[in-house]
T-cell receptor, first 114, second 113 residues
Framework: DGGITQSPKYLFRKEGQNVTLSCEQN?????MYWYRQDPGQGLRLIYY???????QKGDIAEGYSVSREKKESFPLTVTSAQKNPTAFYLC?????????????FGPGTRLTVL | GNSVTQMEGPVTLSEEAFLTINCTYT??????LFWYVQYPGEGLQLLLK?????DKGSNKGFEATYRKETTSFHLEKGSVQVSDSAVYFC????????????FGKGTRLHILP
């Protein structure tokens, strides 16, 4: 079955540690995205990538980093510079980056920093 | 800048009631409009979309019409079920703004049996 997988589902880290969230898709999509969701809030865009080896900052990129070395993978690293990292993180992909193209979402990773 | 405003929740209805979740937007250009649904503990799923004025998106008994004159995209369903309980997000994607999707804050819907 085609889809997007994120792992792990729940992640706990101590303050000051970097942590990497995995996102893999087998939909052959060019575009991939990372969003952050906080309680009672909409989704906010962290980073996005239109093509392998290229990515752009979204609205809240500070304290995060990404890589896009393979078409199917777009890992997100939450660094110690992120002031409030506890949140629900969602990865998405789209066939191409256009305004009409549907984004498909993974199941999310809930990160808790202790 | 572009924005999406949804009615605040939670919205609580009895099974078989009529549902309306209001959504209005502010955008330059001609955005595409979307409704996404999020079930507990899961990611978002596209529910329906409309890409131009007067288009009606529909899926699973839900529908929404792109109204440019009122800048609205209200979600409706004639008879809700308990399984419709979820959080619903209205969103827009503006080709004049690098195609970024702007999401509303979401509306939580509770359906009582």
């Amino acid at each position: 079955d085609g889809g997007i997988t994120q792992s792990p589902k729940y992640l706990f880290r101590k303050e000051g540690q970097n942590v990497t969230l995995s996102c893999e898709q087998n939909l052959n999509h060019d575009a991939m995205y990372w969003y952050r969701q906080d309680p009672g809030q909409g989704l906010r865009l962290i980073y996005y990538s239109q093509i392998v080896n290229d990515f752009q900052k979204g609205d809240i990129a500070e304290g995060y980093s990404v890589s896009r070395e393979k078409k199917e993978s777009f890992p997100l690293t939450v660094t110690s510079a992120q002031k409030n990292p506890t949140a629900f993180y969602l990865c998405a992909s789209a066939r191409v980056k256009t305004s009409t193209d549907t984004q498909y979402f993974g199941p999310g990773t809930r990160l808790t920093v202790l | 800048g572009n924005s999406v405003t949804q009615m605040e929740g939670p919205v609580t209805l009895s099974e078989e009631a009529f549902l309306t979740i209001n959504c209005t937007y502010t955008a330059t250009g001609y955005p595409s409009l979307f409704w996404y649904v999020q079930y507990p503990g899961e990611g978002l799923q596209l529910l329906l979309k409309a890409t131009k004025a007067d288009d009606k998106g529909s899926n699973k008994g839900f529908e929404a019409t792109y109204r440019k004159e009122t800048t609205s995209f209200h979600l409706e369903k004639g008879s809700v079920q308990v399984s419709d309980s979820a959080v619903y997000f209205c969103a827009l994607s503006d080709p004049n703004r690098d195609d970024k999707i702007i999401f509303g804050k979401g509306t939580r819907l509770h359906i009582l049996p």
